[in-house]
C-alpha cells in the first residue's frame, strides 16, 4: 500500500464512521502528512488518526491536530463574520447568494471538517459600489477589479470573493449562467437573500470543478465534495436533467469520469484497499494525476495542460502573450479611448511581468523548461 491509497482509506472511514485500518509499517509519516495537507483533508483525516491505536510521532500528531482545531476555529469564525456582512447587505437592500464551500460544509458530517481558504458571496453587478463601501467600512482591504469577481481580506484570517457572475467573461459556458438570479429561489428568514436549486448549484460545482482540473488542477477534497453531492436525494431525482445539460454544455463525459472515480475511492466495497483499482485500471492514472496536483494544483500542471491546448512550447507563449481585453482595459485605462494601443500594452505586459510577479515568472519558467519537482500554484 502507498501513501495516497492510505489516504483513501482514512476518507472513506470518516464518511462511513468507522475506525481505519492501521498503518501499514511501509508508510511514512511525514510523507502522509505532507499530502493530507497538500489536499486540505488534515482535518477529516485527524479525527480517524486519533483513532489509531499506534498513533504518529509527537510532533506530528500535535501539527495534524492543530490544522484540525484551526479549521474548526476558522469555520466558526467565517459563519460569525458572513452574519455581519450579509446583514450589511440586509440593510442595504442587496440581493445576494452565497456559493460554494458555503453551502458544501454544510454536507459534512461535523463542523470543520471541510478546509476552505475563503467564502465566495453572489450579489447584483449594479451594486459593485456599494459592496466596496460596505466591505472597506467593515475593515476590509480590496478594490474593484476587472472580471467577475473582487476579493476582500482582513487581518487575521479573512477572506471574502464578492462575485457579480459565476463565471468570467472569457468563460465559454457563462451565458449558461446569466439568467441566474430569475431561477434563484428566495429565502424564508430573511429578505434579500436568496439560494440556487439543487440542480443549478450541482451544474455549477461540475462547471467549476471542470475549470480546475484542466487548469492547475485539482485534489482529493472535491471529490469529497462530489461524494455528498451524490448522494443528495434532490440531486439524485434530478439527474436526468442535470445529465442533459451536461451534455449540452460537453462536460457529461467529464462528470461521468468524475463521479466513477469518486466511487472507486470512496464507494466501492473492497477487502484489500491495496487493490482499489484492480477492476478498473484505466482510472489508476486519473487517481495519481489528482493526487499529484493537491487543492489548488500546480504550475506545472497549469503549463502542461495549456501545452496540450497550444500544441507547442512556441504557441503557449503566444497564448501567454495575449489577454482579455476586460482585464487589458482595467490595468491600462488609457485603452478604453485608445484601443489601437492594445499592441503595446501587450508587449509591455510582457516586458514588466518579471518585475511585478518576479515569483510566478520563476515559477513558470522552471516549470517549463525543466523536470524538477512541481512547484505549488496558489489559488489567486
Known amino acids: 500500500m502507498t501513501e495516497t491509497i492510505y489516504i483513501i482509506e482514512l476518507i472513506r472511514a470518516s464518511l462511513e464512521q468507522r475506525k481505519a485500518e492501521e498503518k501499514p509499517e511501509n508508510i511514512l509519516w511525514e510523507k502522509l502528512y505532507e499530502l493530507v495537507g497538500v489536499h486540505m483533508v488534515s482535518s477529516i483525516t485527524f479525527y480517524q488518526i486519533d483513532k489509531l491505536e499506534k498513533k504518529?510521532?509527537?510532533?506530528?500528531?500535535?501539527?495534524?491536530?492543530?490544522?484540525?482545531?484551526?479549521?474548526?476555529?476558522?469555520?466558526?469564525?467565517?459563519?460569525?463574520?458572513?452574519?455581519?456582512?450579509?446583514?450589511?447587505?440586509?440593510?442595504?437592500?442587496?440581493?445576494?447568494?452565497?456559493?460554494?464551500?458555503?453551502?458544501?460544509?454544510?454536507?459534512?458530517?461535523?463542523?470543520?471538517?471541510?478546509?476552505?481558504?475563503?467564502?465566495?458571496?453572489?450579489?447584483?453587478?449594479s451594486r459593485r459600489e456599494d459592496v466596496f463601501q460596505i466591505m472597506t467600512q467593515l475593515g476590509y482591504t480590496g478594490d474593484i477589479e476587472a472580471g467577475n469577481h473582487d476579493v476582500y481580506k482582513k487581518d487575521p484570517i479573512y477572506n471574502f470573493e464578492m462575485h457579480t457572475a459565476l463565471l468570467p467573461s472569457e468563460n465559454r459556458l457563462r451565458a449558461e449562467f446569466e439568467n441566474i438570479w430569475e431561477k434563484a429561489k428566495k429565502?424564508?428568514?430573511?429578505?434579500?437573500?436568496?439560494?440556487?436549486?439543487?440542480?443549478?448549484?450541482?451544474?455549477?460545482?461540475?462547471?467549476?470543478?471542470?475549470?480546475?482540473?484542466?487548469?492547475?488542477?485539482?485534489?482529493?477534497?472535491?471529490?469529497?465534495?462530489?461524494?455528498?453531492?451524490?448522494?443528495?436525494?434532490?440531486?439524485?431525482?434530478?439527474?436526468?436533467?442535470?445529465?442533459?445539460?451536461?451534455?449540452?454544455?460537453?462536460?457529461?463525459?467529464?462528470?461521468?469520469?468524475?463521479?466513477?472515480?469518486?466511487?472507486?475511492?470512496?464507494?466501492?466495497?473492497?477487502?484489500?484497499?491495496?487493490?482499489?483499482?484492480?477492476?478498473?485500471?484505466?482510472?489508476?492514472?486519473?487517481?495519481?494525476?489528482?493526487?499529484?496536483?493537491?487543492?489548488?494544483?500546480?504550475?506545472?500542471?497549469?503549463?502542461?495542460?495549456?501545452?496540450?491546448?497550444?500544441?507547442?512550447k512556441f504557441r503557449y507563449f503566444l497564448s501567454r502573450l495575449n489577454c482579455e481585453e476586460e482585464y487589458l482595459r482595467h490595468d491600462y485605462p488609457v485603452l478604453r479611448k485608445h484601443p489601437r494601443l492594445r499592441p503595446v500594452f501587450l508587449v509591455y505586459r510582457l516586458i514588466s511581468a518579471p518585475f511585478k510577479k518576479p515569483d510566478r515568472v520563476k515559477a513558470e519558467f522552471k516549470a517549463l523548461f525543466s523536470k524538477n519537482k512541481p512547484e505549488k500554484q496558489n489559488k489567486k
Open 56 to 125: 504518529p510521532p509527537q510532533q506530528i500528531y500535535r501539527l495534524w491536530k492543530e490544522k484540525a482545531e484551526k479549521a474548526l476555529v476558522k469555520e466558526i469564525s467565517f459563519d460569525a463574520e458572513r452574519r455581519i456582512i450579509l446583514e450589511k447587505f440586509e440593510q442595504a437592500g442587496i440581493k445576494y447568494i452565497p456559493l460554494k464551500g458555503i453551502i458544501l460544509k454544510d454536507y459534512y458530517a461535523a463542523p470543520g471538517l471541510r478546509q476552505f481558504s475563503d467564502n465566495d458571496i453572489l450579489f447584483e453587478k
Open 187 to 312: 429565502d424564508k428568514e430573511n429578505n434579500y437573500g436568496y439560494h440556487m436549486s439543487k440542480t443549478d448549484f450541482y451544474l455549477f460545482h461540475m462547471v467549476h470543478l471542470n475549470k480546475h482540473f484542466e487548469g492547475c488542477g485539482t485534489g482529493l477534497r472535491y471529490f469529497v465534495d462530489e461524494y455528498y453531492l451524490m448522494k443528495d436525494p434532490e440531486i439524485t431525482e434530478k439527474q436526468e436533467e442535470i445529465d442533459r445539460r451536461l451534455e449540452e454544455m460537453e462536460l457529461l463525459e467529464f462528470k461521468q469520469k468524475i463521479r466513477k472515480l469518486t466511487q472507486i475511492m470512496f464507494c466501492r466495497k473492497i477487502e484489500d484497499i491495496s487493490h482499489l483499482f484492480d477492476e478498473n485500471p484505466e482510472m489508476r492514472p486519473v487517481f495519481d494525476y489528482v493526487m499529484s496536483c493537491g487543492a489548488y494544483g500546480t504550475i506545472d500542471v497549469f503549463i502542461n495542460n495549456r501545452m496540450k491546448k497550444s500544441g507547442n
